[in-house]
């Protein structure tokens, strides 16, 4: 070959090298999240979180590829959505999430039909030879070629010259884009992830007579998404929102880490949830950012009230009536209503959680009665909570008499329930009858209420100590 031509193609590949780069300048910028102007996130009931971000970033101009880093590893990838300031100077035209991350298995793996280093100890003390080997495969157990030998079990401190481009240190988001602009860029990026749920909490503190309460209401969310979110503007979203169940393609070991308790001190006022309508379900924002740790629970309040008017019931539902319950009592269960209204000092969208309920003891001790779990309640709708079975009321049911109709499809039956009251106080018991078929309760020794095709109630007053009967008769036709 002649000079000139060796020349010529020397300038060629020169030129080759300046324009796509080589391995060892990978031709990308990064960003991380100390670039973040700012970042907001909104978490719904069924476990999912959505993110929006603003970050500054220098890039380079001409095409390029932007690693974007500090996602989570449980990040939903086709809900990503990039926007830049001047879209016209900043298009996305590919992306890729990348989450084969950096380990020793990994790397070994990566290194299959290359040039390693072993380092073993030396006779002399605090020495290390070193021996090249040619990794030639890794299959739990590396295998080396060492000079003309093929080695099994080759031990010793195995050193790599460098990291492969295609291996990632943590979940990142990697963008082809072009770039028209050399300057600093504003660009936001939104997206869904998995391992983001928050809940609502509520304190119920019976006053003595158990005829008022003060509920305490707090928000708990848990972040096991993969990454935190520093001074975030927190959103919370209550209501049944559908959500198409897209797993993530990548879900690391879960670290070992003790999960916290986090209710962060403010210098000033006290962190507030302001409430609004959007579409069908409530939307709650914090008023003051707040950090969102990963492997993270942290409790915020929604609310505080007293003097909410409650009432106790002793309720019997789905009581055995037949012959020879005699012998057994059946113990009745606790519940306790309240109207979520503004003359009751409530009068707010209630978001689906668990609500425990306490009494003080004659100490002044606060001792837990029971928990349930609410639905979302919206304004002005009762709320029914079940706490456990009363120790002191019991009953008993049974079917006195029946017969068949001769003369039509159908039959009568005679009930009779005994309820006792055992506590030193009088009370009042909810007794469920139930029935099927066209039904009528055509004698009754109280007032029943029908509640449903299936169910009526009558509420009997009890004294102290006291025991009362009540007797109905129903008689069902079938067609």
């Known amino acids: 070959m002649s000079l000139k031509k060796k020349l010529t193609t020397v300038c060629i590949t020169f030129i080759i090298l300046l324009c796509f780069g080589t391995d060892a300048d990978p031709n990308f910028d990064s960003s991380t999240e100390e670039d973040r102007k700012n970042v907001s996130v909104t978490i719904y009931n069924g476990g999912v979180g959505l993110v929006r971000e603003t970050r500054n970033i220098n890039l380079s101009k001409g095409i390029r590829t932007l690693r974007f880093e500090d996602v989570p590893s449980q990040i939903i990838p086709q809900t990503v959505r990039v926007k830049a300031a ?224 409650i009432k106790k019931y002793f309720v019997f539902e789905n009581l055995p009536m037949y012959e020879g319950n005699e012998k057994n009592f059946n113990n009745a269960d606790v519940k306790y209503i309240f109207k979520n209204a503004k003359k009751n000092n409530l009068g707010r969208p209630l978001p689906s959680g668990t609500i425990r309920v306490f009494k003080a003891d004659s100490k002044g001790r606060q001792q837990l009665l029971g928990e349930d779990t609410i639905d979302h309640t919206p304004e002005n709708e009762e709320v029914k909570i079940k706490t456990g079975q009363a120790f002191d009321v019991v009953a008993n049911g049974k079917r006195t008499s029946f017969e068949n109709f001769k003369l039509s499809n159908g039959n009568k039956g005679s009930y009779s329930v005994e309820i006792r009251n055992r506590k030193k106080e009088d009370i009042e018991v909810r007794f469920y009858a139930t029935a099927w078929g066209d039904w009528t309760m055509t004698k009754s020794s109280h007032k029943f209420i029908k509640e449903s095709s299936t169910k009526t109630y009558s509420d009997v007053p009890v004294k102290a100590g006291e025991t009362v009967t009540v007797d109905y008769t129903i008689e069902t036709k079938y067609w």
């Not at 927190?234 to 879900?251: E, F, I, R």
């Open 86 to 309: 001047d879209p016209k100077k900043l298009t996305v035209f590919e992306q890729n999430y990348e989450y084969d991350l950096i380990s020793q298995e990994r790397l070994l793996e990566k290194y299959v039909g290359k040039e390693v280093t072993i380092y073993k100890d030396s006779n002399d003390k605090g020495k290390e030879v070193a021996t090249k080997a040619t990794m030639i495969a890794y299959n739990g157990s590396p295998v080396y070629k060492i000079g003309n030998e093929i080695s099994l079990g080759y031990s010793g401190r195995v050193t790599v010259p460098s990291i492969p481009d295609n291996l990632f240190a943590k979940p990142t988001l990697v963008w082809k884009l072009k770039n028209d602009v050399e300057k600093e860029q504003e660009i936001e990026v939104s997206y869904q992830t998995h391992g983001m749920s928050w809940s609502a909490d509520y304190i119920l503190v019976l006053e003595k007579n158990e005829d008022e309460a003060g509920i305490n209401s707090w928000v708990t969310l848990s972040n096991t998404s993969g990454t935190q979110f520093s001074n975030a503007t927190l959103q919370l979203v209550a209501g049944k929102v559908q959500l198409v169940s897209n797993q993530p393609q990548y879900t690391p070991a879960m670290r070992v880490t003790k999960k916290t308790m986090d209710r962060e001190a403010y210098s000033d006022a006290a962190p507030e949830f302001q409430q609004e309508n959007i579409s069908e379900y409530y939307l709650y924002t914090l008023d003051q950012p707040t950090t969102i740790g990963y492997n993270q629970t942290k409790q915020v309040q929604l609310f505080q009230t007293e003097n909410v008017g």
